[in-house]
């Protein structure tokens, strides 16, 4: 129970990478709070930490909007006391469509999702690390935009991405005197129903042919990773195993980025 006594905010944690990272980190003694935009999905994590002997409480609320972001924190605080752990996992594959094509309204909300849901997670929860005497901060970002450009028209996504790194790293140096830690995980293709929000125009007009080798990627034999592979390795940095780890990111592709 490397965990026990400690506090964890996971968002985006109704389904996919955010609720196996929630349910990883309850099964190390944490006390998790989950958040969702979905009180049903978000709800049923809860229960299935409960009923596997964990504790943790559901949040609803939109990662992009303040005023339900800082009600969310301030309920976590009032039940739990504190915290300790931010896995900032919400996000949308938005609209993927050629530049020329993809709207300002569509480009806007991806910004909002990934950007400034990210930023305002982090800006409401650091004031409670800092007062906890340090942390770990995780944040799902993704080899789009920080170790591959080839997926046809996510031009908004990858640069949300690559955005995401970029904060990461800047704020491993801005909060490292507080000793808080800040890492990125970076996956590559995991089972998840992120495509479920994926709107795709016109690909065929950005896509360029390319043969790949047999295999896309190389360690399973094509298959796309589970949920739980990233997980395990946000478990890790939310662990003192990895606390002289700060401003790195992690690929979780199986050597995908590699060839792509």
């Not at 360029?208 to 034999?221: Q, T």
């Not at 592979?229 to 606390?243: G, K, M, Q, S, Y």
């Not at 992690?250 to 792509?260: A, S």
Request: hydrophobic fraction near 45%.
């Amino acid at each position: 129970m490397e965990l026990d006594g400690k506090i964890a905010l996971v968002t985006g944690a109704g389904s996919g990478i955010g609720k196996a990272t929630a349910l990883a980190l309850a099964s190390e003694g944490a006390k998790v709070a989950v958040l969702s935009r979905t009180e049903s999905e978000v709800s049923k994590t809860r229960d299935e930490i409960a009923a596997a002997g964990g504790e943790a409480i559901a949040l609803t609320a939109d990662t992009s909007d303040e005023t339900a972001m800082r009600r969310a924190i301030g309920a976590l605080v009032t039940a739990f006391g504190g915290l300790d752990i931010v896995v900032a996992n919400a996000g949308i594959n938005g609209v993927w469509a050629p530049i020329d094509d993809l709207q300002p309204e569509e480009w806007d909300k991806t910004m909002a999702v990934n950007l400034r849901g990210t930023y305002l997670t982090l800006h409401l929860t650091v004031p409670h690390l800092k007062a906890a005497g340090g942390g770990s901060i995780v944040v799902v970002s993704s080899i789009n935009g920080t170790r591959t450009f080839t997926t046809p028209g996510a031009t908004a996504y990858a640069a949300t991405k690559a955005g995401q790194l970029a904060m990461v790293q800047q704020l491993a140096l801005e909060l490292g005197r507080h000793r808080i830690r800040v890492n990125a995980v970076c996956p590559g293709a995991i089972d998840t129903s992120i495509s479920d929000n994926t709107a795709s125009r016109r690909t065929d007009k950005t896509e360029i042919p390319v043969v790949w080798p047999e295999g896309e990627i190389p360690i399973s034999g094509g298959e796309a990773g589970d949920s739980s592979d990233v997980a395990e390795a946000i478990l890790f940095l939310a662990t003192n195993r990895a606390r002289h780890i700060t401003g790195t990111p992690i690929w979780i592709d199986g050597g995908q980025g590699l060839l792509r």
